[in-house]
């Protein structure tokens, strides 16, 4: 059942993606789900099934950053294993985010640190892109 729920959830929130979606938008959705049901987040935490939450959490998050990846790399010749690397360093540094924000009572306002979040990396994510083009362009030593 509680798999159920999760798959159903992760179906809402990437199936409302649309090309201009953000990363902190689809956080946001994450965020404002784990809030309305917060007793259930928090029986499942603190369960055997804690396992199951966390990996829901990596998996939308993963979802949601490579849509977001791929309509930043439109028109790039990004490297695909650079591309992957990058969606997974984003995808298990937010996942960690979200687990402390839970772990921690769901306290924090994470609506402000996923803003600020947002206007820390501002640029980054094209940055890193560009970077992979011009290491490839220059390197022998790349996959």
Known sequence: MLKEIFDDELH??????????TWNDMLMQITAFARQNKKAVFHVYHSIRREELEKFLYQIIGKAL???????????????????????FFQ???????????????????????????????????????????????SDNCR
């Open 66 to 88: 490579k849509k977001f990846v791929d309509d930043e790399c439109r028109g790039m010749d990004v490297d695909e294993f650079d591309e992957a690397l990058i969606v997974k």
């Open 92 to 138: 298990t540094a937010l996942t960690g985010m979200l687990i402390e924000w839970i772990s921690n009572g769901m306290k924090e306002d994470i609506d402000f640190v996923i803003e600020r979040m947002s206007v820390l990396l501002d640029g980054n994510l094209k940055s890193l892109l560009k970077h992979s083009i011009s290491l490839h362009a220059n």
């Open 12 to 21: 809402k929130i990437t199936s409302g993606y649309y090309e201009g979606t």
